[in-house]
């Protein structure tokens, strides 16, 4: 159960999931199914849209324990908050006898706690999943008993990422960009915390070279106004959002994510298509680089040092000119990262969860 099957890293791990799990598995969306809905559909998973109107829709978790009375179902697994809190009630009053959540986020939009409903829809459960070590902290320090946490980390699909020369020929095309031409590409939702104006004011440091900016949000218009005050709305191109990001990624030469609150999905995608990366914040690149293991084509930048993103970016420019615009080979954080990997600890989960009584 998802509290949104539109368009998201949440939605997306929830796909790359159940094409893994060995079970029969169903999808409630509490809302309209978007791409991801209709792509999990399109894969013979069947897809219930059940739209609420608020966390506290009563009606709503009557229906949900109607319809889930009907699938007769052993396990509900909710994602995002208010299928957390409705899915839990809903499960429980439905007489179902294993109940998980994940936790993809931190609750609310810049919530400093957990909600008294939260809390109350966590007892109904056994287990939450927290997508990273950062969340099963909060998890921790907002009253979820540690021994009902665990922390499986998000991942991706490589081979979802592949570089394809012809999609970088079409996509460069499309955006009107010859195929000499250096472009600087992130990914992600427009808004302010993701500072994507820090690339705006850095490409103008960067001669020749374009900027990719590619998703969309509430920031885009302001993001449009600065490149015109820097003098750089011809080199910066916004693409709306687009359903997977691999075209995208084929037509960029160096990826950058200055965006510091981030855990870095969107950085390990742009290592899987072959492409240098320049990030702020990127957990499992972190990891590896204190392991003394650093992924080849990867770069952390200062976050004292201002000018340490248009240098670094002028940097990877050179050196991509040096490869003669070759790609670098694809890479990984880790198998730990990998959707396999995700899967099957889900799974280990669920049979832990499964040969055991249920919690009243």
Request: aromatic fraction near 4%; proline fraction near 7%; charge should be positive.
């Amino acid at each position: 159960m998802i509290s949104t099957a539109a368009e998201g890293g949440a939605e997306h791990q929830l796909r790359l999931l159940l094409r893994r799990l060995p079970h029969d598995n169903e999808v409630v969306t509490l809302a309209p199914a978007g791409t991801e809905g209709r792509a999990i559909r399109a894969g013979g998973i069947p897809v219930h849209e059940l739209s609420t109107s608020c966390d506290r829709d009563v009606p709503a978790i009557v229906r949900l324990r109607r319809l889930i009375r009907r699938g007769h179902y052993d396990l509900v697994h909710t994602h995002l908050y208010r299928a957390c809190v409705q899915g839990r009630i809903a499960a429980r009053l439905a007489g179902v006898p294993h109940v998980v959540a994940t936790e993809h986020h931190l609750g609310r939009p810049g919530a400093t706690r957990l909600g008294p409903l939260y809390l109350l829809s966590e007892r109904f459960g056994e287990m939450t999943i927290a997508a990273t070590s950062g969340i099963a902290a909060r998890l921790r320090g907002w009253g979820v008993p540690d021994e009902r946490i665990a922390t499986i980390p998000r991942a991706i699909d490589p081979s979802e990422y592949r570089f394809d020369p012809a999609l970088r020929a079409a996509a460069r095309a499309r955006l009107g960009v010859a195929d000499d031409v250096p472009v600087i590409g992130v990914t992600g939702r427009l808004t302010p915390a993701k500072r994507f104006d820090l690339l705006i004011r850095a490409v103008a440091e960067v001669p020749g070279a374009v900027l990719l900016l590619v998703g969309d949000g509430p920031a885009r218009p302001a993001l449009q106004q600065l490149a015109i005050i820097e003098d750089v709305a011809d080199r910066v191109l916004f693409t709306g959002a687009v359903r997977h990001p691999r075209e995208m990624l084929c037509a960029m030469d160096v990826f950058a994510s200055p965006d510091q609150n981030t855990w870095g999905l969107a950085v390990l995608e742009a290592i899987a298509a072959g492409l240098p990366a320049v990030y702020a914040a990127c957990a499992p690149l972190e990891e590896r680089a204190a392991a003394r293991a650093p992924v080849r084509g990867t770069h952390r930048l200062s976050p004292h040092d201002r000018e340490s993103l248009p240098r670094t970016l002028r940097a990877e420019i050179l050196c991509h000119a040096e490869r003669n615009r070759g790609r670098l080979p694809a890479r990984t954080a880790g198998l730990r990262y990998d959707a396999d990997h995700l899967a099957a600890a889900v799974e280990q989960l669920y049979e832990r969860l499964t040969l055991t009584a249920p919690v009243p």
